[in-house]
């Protein structure tokens, strides 16, 4: 029959047609901003910066090594390591902009992280009338806890902190081998020690 396949899409078109008026799921119409539609887990805006514990400039993940900054294709993001009364590195930043202005929201800053300090978020309303200070995100708006990291991205936030549990417990065994090393090589000396102290008195022994 001529036309059949025109018939049958005219007939879904109408049936979502007529169904969009009373079916919840086929409703394409929000009426934004008194409603406000969640977005998908795997939904990403602009980067934040994640921290631990309850103190958001102490709990911070960042080292401030500016892998991601070197990566990043527009270059809006900008580091400072903090440094001590002597000048050392502390391996923290003191200044971390991203200019969302520039952000594409690639996520290569997210990929390229050894540390899992920056993930990406959900806030999408971000508008300003001011185009370039309002729009500069600092270190202060960044930094948002591993509470909200759970609450926006659950799955991605347990595989991370699984890592970093598994991370932690390495670093620990390490750690406690190489006091077990030291131990037992301090142990070793005081025993030499005090066998060439006996060698010396029984020598002094024999001579008199």
Request: overall charge negative; charged content about 35%; aromatic content about 8%.
């Amino acid at each position: 029959m001529t036309g059949k396949g025109i018939i049958k899409g005219m007939a879904v078109t109408a049936k979502n047609f007529v169904q969009s008026y009373y079916k919840r799921d086929r409703l394409t119409t929000i009426q934004y901003p008194e409603e406000k539609q969640a977005p998908e887990e795997n939904y990403r805006n602009f980067p934040f910066l994640v921290f631990d514990g309850q103190n958001d400039e102490e709990g911070l993940r960042c080292t401030a090594c500016k892998i991601c900054e070197k990566e990043c294709p527009p270059q809006c993001i900008y580091i400072v390591m903090q440094r001590d009364e002597n000048g050392k590195a502390t391996k923290h930043p003191k200044v971390f902009d991203i200019d969302i202005s520039v952000c594409m929201s690639c996520q290569i800053c997210v990929e390229v992280c050894p540390f899992e300090s920056i993930k990406m978020d959900k806030v999408y309303e971000l508008s300003a009338r001011e185009r370039f200070d309002q729009l500069l995100l600092r270190k202060d708006d960044l930094a948002k806890s591993n509470e909200y990291f759970h609450e926006i991205r659950p799955s991605e936030a347990a595989v991370v902190d699984a890592a970093l549990a598994e991370q932690a417990e390495a670093a620990a065994k390490k750690k406690a081998a190489a006091e077990a090393r030291k131990a037992a090589k301090a142990a070793e000396a005081v025993a030499r020690k005090e066998a060439a102290a006996e060698e010396d008195q029984s020598d002094g022994k024999a001579a008199e």
